[in-house]
């Protein structure tokens, strides 16, 4: 396991590659003793050693370490390493000892000390872990469960924070559909803010599935509370829109969206806002925490609608991807009522056939007045001749009994016809 240290660490790779290194050290350094590895809070990986036996008293002692494939290498003259590694795999620090800071500067051997991942079949651990930091007030963290996890298996997660003292077990265990998540209150003092990470584990009750570790740093995946729009006014053909950032945030920390609709444009239109100021504006500058942004050339006579969304920005943080909610939305501007056209659109018709039915009556009455009914001349005649034409009214009579009779017979035939029909 222990060989002689070549260091090609970044700066020293030009000597090692131009053979300096490779010339025999004429006192060679003795091996750091006792290094050992242990782990703290959920991964806290502390390596401890001793110096080396017999050192000379004329070396200041320097230790070099690094991991396995050379990364992270660390000079010091302390005898420990920590570092938060999540613990899903095997991982190695190197540790040498030499009498300067200088890397050249005959190195001894290094030794080597491992810790090995959890116990159980990684592929029933959980996959595709995430978490978010929500309003920096609580964390959201989610999961799937692992390939060959069984369905009904009961999870758990503990964190830890250097602001919490100790290991902290998440109650609020929920299922959303495929995803299994839990979230936990984290509010954490500005002291300690940009300092640590969170700590996580996540594993089930059974201690059948291999324990899943993860590392959240506190600068990223941060989700904003929405932000407050406190006023819209008009000036001088512009439209002013002023909010209230989320607590805790410092507004060059974040960017903005800013969402418009117009009731006469029919897609809304949308700001992306780095630095949210407004010039020339004489009044309302003394709220330190309002925030400004100018709509140009918005016509007052329109309806206005504005909401705005924020996230973080990479002043402040590490990643810009999580938009906050979108605020509420906020209007100024008149626009013809919409009930009123709802109402309208109903009434119209009716109105209309309302006015249709009057006008047929009415109609009917002006037939009447500008046609009146033709006097009968045979009427008149009648009345005239006395009963002279008694006959041919009797035959009148007959003829129209026996029209109705025809009729009464042709209905019953065609009664009996429908019945066998529908028989
Ligand atoms: C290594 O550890 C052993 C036992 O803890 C101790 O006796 C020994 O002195 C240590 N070696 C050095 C060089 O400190
Ligand atoms: C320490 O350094 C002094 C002066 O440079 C030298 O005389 C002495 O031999 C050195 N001691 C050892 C143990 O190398
Ligand atoms: C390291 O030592 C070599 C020679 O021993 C010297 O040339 C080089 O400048 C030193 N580097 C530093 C950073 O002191
Ligand atoms: C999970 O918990 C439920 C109820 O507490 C229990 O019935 C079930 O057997 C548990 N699952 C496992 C894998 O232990
Ligand atoms: C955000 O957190 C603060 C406290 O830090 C709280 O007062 C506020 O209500 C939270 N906002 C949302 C939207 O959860
Ligand atoms: C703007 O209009 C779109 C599409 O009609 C809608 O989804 C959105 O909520 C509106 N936004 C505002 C601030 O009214
Ligand atoms: C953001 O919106 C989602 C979905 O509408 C809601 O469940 C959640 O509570 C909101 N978050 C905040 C901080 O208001």
Known sequence: MERPARLCGLWALLLCASGRGSSAPTETQLP??????????????????????GA??????????HFGDKQDKKIAPETHRSEEVPLNERICLQVGSQCSTNESENPSIWVEKCISPPEGDPESAVTE????WHNLSYMKCSWLPGKNASPDTNYTLYYWHNSLGKILQ?????????HIGCSFDLTIAKDYLFEHNVQIMVKDIAGKIRPFFNIVPLTSHVKPGPPHIK?????????????????????????????????????????????????????????????????PGVLPDTLNTVRIRVKTNRFCYEDDKLWSNWSQAKSIGKMPNSTFYVTMLLIIPV???????????YLKRLKIIIFPPIPDPGKIFKEMFGDQNDDTLHWKKYDIYEKQTKEETDSVVLIENLKKASQ
């Open 170 to 178: 998440c109650e609020n265990i929920y299922r959303e559909g495929q």
């Open 56 to 65: 000379s008293p004329n070396c200041t002692l320097w230790y070099f370490s």
């Open 351 to 361: 109105v209309l056939a309302g006015a249709i039915i009057v006008l047929l009556f």
């Open 231 to 295: 006023n819209l006014f008009f000036q001088n053909g512009n439209l002013y829109v002023q909010w209230e950032n989320p607590q805790n945030f410092f507004s060059r920390c974040l960017y903005y969206e800013v969402e418009f609709n117009n009731s006469q444009t029919e897609t809304p239109v949308i700001f992306y806002v780095e630095e949210a100021k407004c010039e020339n504006l004489e009044f309302e500058r003394n709220a330190e925490d309002t925030i400004c942004f100018m709509i």
């Open 129 to 132: 872990f995430q978490c978010i």
């Open 32 to 53: 750091v003793t006792n290094l050992s590895v242990s782990v703290e809070n959920l991964c806290t990986v502390v390596w401890t050693w001793n110096p080396p036996e």
